[in-house]
């Protein structure tokens, strides 16, 4: 099997799904590079891998979760400049036969992740 890409984030603040939040992938490596933009679709996930295959190399990519945006549009109560707005993740591709799920939980005022499957 081809290894992949993939995340998906729950609004632990609501216990719902995340719908409707920007997703940038970015490759680090060298000179920054953004790959893709994406939104999460209603169950809070993205259409189909952000990468995968022969697309997925051994590297070190960044997330970048558009976080303040979708708070502010689910109206929750954010301070100015919301606590969160844009949270990065960034984590290495070891071995591009693998799958690599980064999901996010995300609160107005906390994260977290962890390499899921």
């Keep these: 099997m081809a290894g992949r890409l993939t995340t998906h984030v729950l609004d632990t603040g609501s216990g719902r799904p995340a ?3 920007a997703i940038e992938l970015w490759r680090i490596d060298g000179k920054p590079q953004r790959l893709k933009v994406v939104t999460t679709n209603t169950d809070g996930r993205v259409d189909g891998a952000l990468l995968e295959g022969a697309d997925l190399i051994v590297g070190t990519y960044e997330l970048r979760f558009h976080a303040g945006d979708y708070l502010k549009g689910e ?4 301070t100015d400049p ?10 290495g591709i070891a071995d591009g036969a693998q799958h690599y799920h980064v999901p996010l939980l995300l609160a107005p005022y906390g994260y977290s992740t962890y390499r899921g499957s």
């Design 19 to 21: 719908a409707g939040l």
């Design 75 to 78: 109206g929750a109560a954010l």
């Design 82 to 91: 919301p606590f969160l707005d844009v949270v990065p993740i960034r984590f």
